[in-house]
């Protein structure tokens, strides 16, 4: 009895730091991935686009799938924390290699003879911008936790979270914060959703509580 009680108490210890260690990660990884939005250097032979970062600035994970140039879609197909390599993969070759604008979702880089010369995000009030700015982690979050969620920049949000019978369950706001947490301590263990609004735009984040 006694040894099945020890090994039930390890484990939950085990879970809880392997949900910590997640969080730790998720929050550096995030903050790095905003401090650059745009590589600082940029190629392209035409049909491959070649992205440098600094040593540490970005990790693949935080990096889009696809980047968008005019009608032209490139895919990523090679990646290390120094560099990301995008191959065509729909549309037309670029008709000027030495200069473009990269679409990387929420947001767009513009490029002149490898250099990162303008970069524009999209609006907070973007739909766009919402769906790949905003982090949600951990997820699942364990029950009596923190949820954490990060914005990307300053901004004023209304967060609610419903559970799946559409019942409001928690209502939180936020006034010019790039981030905020939600205890979970009143929720019981399922899924729920997170909508998360800002000006006339709102986007809704599955949420799984559990022990």
């Known amino acids: 009895m006694y040894n099945i009680f020890a090994a039930t108490q390890i484990y939950k210890l085990m879970k809880n730091y392997y949900l910590l260690v997640l969080s730790v990660m998720a929050m550096f990884s995030i903050n790095q991935s905003f401090a650059q939005f745009c590589p600082p250097t940029g190629f392209s032979d035409g049909s491959s686009l070649y ?11 935080d990096r889009p799938s696809t980047v968008r140039i005019d009608s032209s879609t490139f895919t990523l197909t090679d990646c290390d924390d120094a560099y990301s390599i995008y191959d065509l993969t729909s549309g037309s070759a670029l008709t ?6 990269a679409d990387f979702g929420f947001g767009t880089c513009e490029y002149s003879n ?3 010369t303008n970069q524009s995000l999209l609006s907070i009030g ?12 951990p997820n699942p979050v364990a029950r009596n936790s923190d949820l954490f969620v990060l914005f990307g920049t300053n901004m004023d949000v209304e967060i609610n979270v419903y559970s799946v019978t559409g019942k409001l369950v928690l209502t939180n706001s936020v006034s010019n914060l790039n981030r905020t947490k939600i205890s979970t301590a009143s929720l019981s263990n399922g899924v729920y959703m997170l909508q998360i609004k800002a000006e006339n735009t709102s986007i809704t984040r599955k949420v799984i509580v559990m022990n």
Do not use: P, Q, R, W
């Not at 992205?51 to 693949?60: P, R």
């Not at 766009?128 to 700015?133: A, P």
């Open 114 to 116: 490898g250099t990162m």
């Open 51 to 61: 992205f440098f970062y600094d040593a540490g600035s970005s990790l693949c994970g």
């Open 126 to 137: 973007d739909k766009d911008y919402l769906e790949n700015s905003i982090k949600v982690f």
């Open 96 to 101: 000027d290699a030495n200069h473009f604008i």
